[in-house]
């Protein structure tokens, strides 16, 4: 049974920076794809970035392009999501996914495991 499990939320300024966690368990990840979604109030869930877990290719929302980075560390299970120049709209809970397969990694429909998500709140 896939388990994923996210840490690293809080309270930031805009411009700071946070870095998130989700520690991932239950069955190899090999061929698999990882995901980072946000929810903010009122709105849909969003795909933010997306990771191969063993080519390591990345793919990223336009919103997110050059102030995130998603990476790996296959040793540990982990994956990661830099933040960096966060914005106000930023502002979501946040929660990494897990999928067998790349088509329709962009959607959260293409998931099938969850994460139980974490706060990110971003003050002006």
């Known amino acids: 049974q896939v388990q994923l499990v996210e840490s690293g939320g809080g309270l930031a300024q805009a411009g700071d920076s946070l870095r998130l966690s989700c520690a991932a368990s239950?069955?190899?990840?090999?061929?698999?794809?990882m995901g980072w979604f946000r929810q903010a109030p009122g709105k849909e869930r969003e795909f933010v970035a997306a990771?191969?877990?063993?080519?390591?290719?990345?793919y990223y929302a336009d919103s997110v392009k050059g102030r995130f980075t998603i990476s790996k560390d296959n040793a540990k299970n982990t994956v990661y999501l830099q933040m960096n120049s966060l914005k106000p709209d930023d502002t979501a809970v946040y929660s990494c996914?897990?999928?067998?397969?790349?088509?329709?990694?962009?959607?959260?429909?293409?998931?099938?495991?969850w994460g139980q998500g974490t706060q990110v709140t971003v003050s002006s």
């Open positions: 239950g069955r190899s990840f090999s061929g698999w794809f």
């Open positions: 996914a897990a999928s067998r397969y790349y088509k329709g990694i962009y959607s959260p429909n293409g998931y099938g495991d």
């Open positions: 990771i191969g877990w063993s080519g390591g290719s990345t």
